[in-house]
């Protein structure tokens, strides 16, 4: 970036000034806040966000340097709940992702559903989409989570949804595009399992080994130092 392009000081400072004004905003909405998703808070947290984010380019293209921390964006939370304060009804939204790991154990299973219930005509159990149809057929989907090792499954993501309603929907009302009318806005609660979860968990636990590596490493050269050095007459 040339010069002539870069923010000025007076800027950089103007935007520092944003994000204490905003911090404070945040806080005092928090004090405030009549419930667990109350609006305001949603609010200012987004303007916080949006003050840091300019500060942090702007200090960037200014210095060079970056902030210490990070304020996810908007889109990675849920818009404020504006559902009924009392639901009388819910709908619970569950995607849980697998990988077929061992194919083989997958369709030895399916034969034996297949055996046990005696079907007539071409077996479904001799190809994989086949398989899975009789595994879901005959295993309620918790048992499925519970025991996918045990059918050949390799588990990925997964995450649920627990969305509020004032009246139940009619019976076959939403059948033909079950996940086509989901409102953010509705959703009470979410629920959400991933293997990115563990890896951050494994990058804090790389990086504390590697303090206590430093650490150990600085003992032993005190140690090191604290020896008598050799006379140059006993070499």
């Given at each position: 970036m040339s010069d002539a392009a870069q923010p000025t000081a007076a800027e950089v400072r103007a935007a520092a000034e944003a994000v204490k004004t905003a911090l404070d905003r945040h806080l005092a909405a928090v004090e405030r806040r009549s419930g667990e998703d109350d609006p305001a808070v949603f609010e200012a947290f987004n303007q916080l966000a949006a003050a840091a984010e300019v500060y942090d380019e702007l200090l960037y293209d200014r210095y060079d340097e970056v902030t210490p921390f990070e304020i996810?964006?908007?889109?990675?939370?849920?818009?404020?709940y504006t559902g009924p304060e009392e639901p009388n009804a819910l709908s619970v939204l569950i995607r849980r992702d697998y990988a077929v790991a061992e194919p083989q154990r997958l369709l030895s299973h399916a034969q034996r559903i297949e055996a046990a219930e005696g079907d007539e005509g071409a077996p479904a159990s001799g190809t994989v989409h086949g398989a899975l149809g009789l595994l879901f057929g005959e295993f309620e989907p918790d048992?499925?989570?519970?025991?996918?090792?045990?059918?050949?499954?390799?588990?990925?993501?997964?995450?649920?949804?627990?969305?509020?309603?004032?009246?139940?929907?009619?019976?076959?009302?939403?059948?033909?595009?079950?996940?086509?009318?989901?409102?953010?806005?509705?959703?009470?609660?979410?629920?959400?399992?991933?293997?990115?979860f563990d890896d951050e968990i494994d990058d804090v636990d790389d990086e504390d080994d590697g303090d206590d590596l430093e650490d150990e490493l600085d003992s032993d050269l005190d140690e090191d130092e604290d020896l008598e050095p050799l006379d140059a007459d006993r070499r």
């Open positions: 996810p964006g908007a889109e990675d939370a849920l818009p404020p048992e499925i989570a519970s025991r996918h090792k045990e059918f050949g499954l390799e588990e990925g993501d997964s995450t649920l949804w627990v969305t509020a309603a004032d009246e139940p929907a009619e019976p076959g009302e939403w059948l033909e595009a079950p996940f086509e009318q989901v409102d953010p806005q509705q959703v009470v609660c979410r629920f959400d399992v991933s293997a990115v």
